[in-house]
């Protein structure tokens, strides 16, 4: 396993680990951000000067019901030690978070997913999929915008189009019934 160069380095990835996951404040139960970030992968490489951590090899990161998994995650970050985006690549990677207490994990994949903290937007590309309680959506890239909730879908040609599945919204049983 390749190690950062200092101690220094090792706790600003930490910090910028924990920074990441804690972000997306709209997707989170709230005790998500109060659990311990944990991260744990094959490699790590950190580059202080490019402001840029590279975690390869079956890299899992966690914190709380959030789970990221993935092939390599890219950290980028700026001169002031902020985080500006992470980058997750697999065959496919994998993002899956709870947001809320009584439903299922909203789950997500692509070969790529972006997430650009400054404007809480998820890029997955590569054949994109998200999967909120059976409401699947899916096509060769999805922009998601945290703080909204809404989603743009394209496809790239006539054999990957967008493709939406939602299920009907179940009734409430009437008496006597």
């Not at 101690?7 to 920074?19: D, H, K, N, T, V």
């Not at 899916?138 to 915008?145: G, K, L, N, Q, V």
């Not at 496809?155 to 009734?171: N, Y």
Request: hydrophobic share 40%; proline share 4%.
């Amino acid at each position: 396993m390749k190690l950062a160069n200092s101690r220094g380095q090792i706790a600003a990835l930490a910090l910028a680990a924990a920074c990441v996951l804690a972000a997306p404040q709209a997707l989170a139960l709230p005790d998500d951000r109060q659990q311990p970030v944990k991260v744990s992968a094959d490699n790590l490489e950190a580059n202080r000067s490019k402001n840029l951590s590279i975690y390869s090899g079956n890299v899992v990161i966690s914190q709380g019901s959030l789970q990221i998994r993935a092939d390599r995650v890219e950290v980028h970050g700026n001169s002031k030690g902020e985080i500006n985006k992470v980058v997750a690549t697999g065959k496919p990677a994998h993002f899956q978070q709870q947001v809320e207490e009584s439903t299922n994990p909203v789950k997500a994949r692509a070969k790529r997913i972006e997430f650009l903290v400054a404007s809480d937007a998820l890029q997955l590309t590569g054949e994109a999929f998200v999967d909120r309680d059976g409401n699947t959506l899916s096509a060769e890239r999805i922009d998601y915008d945290l703080n909204s909730e809404q989603m743009q879908a394209q496809g790239q040609s006539e054999k990957k189009r967008v493709e939406m599945i939602w299920k009907p919204e179940a009734k409430p049983a009437q008496d006597g019934q």
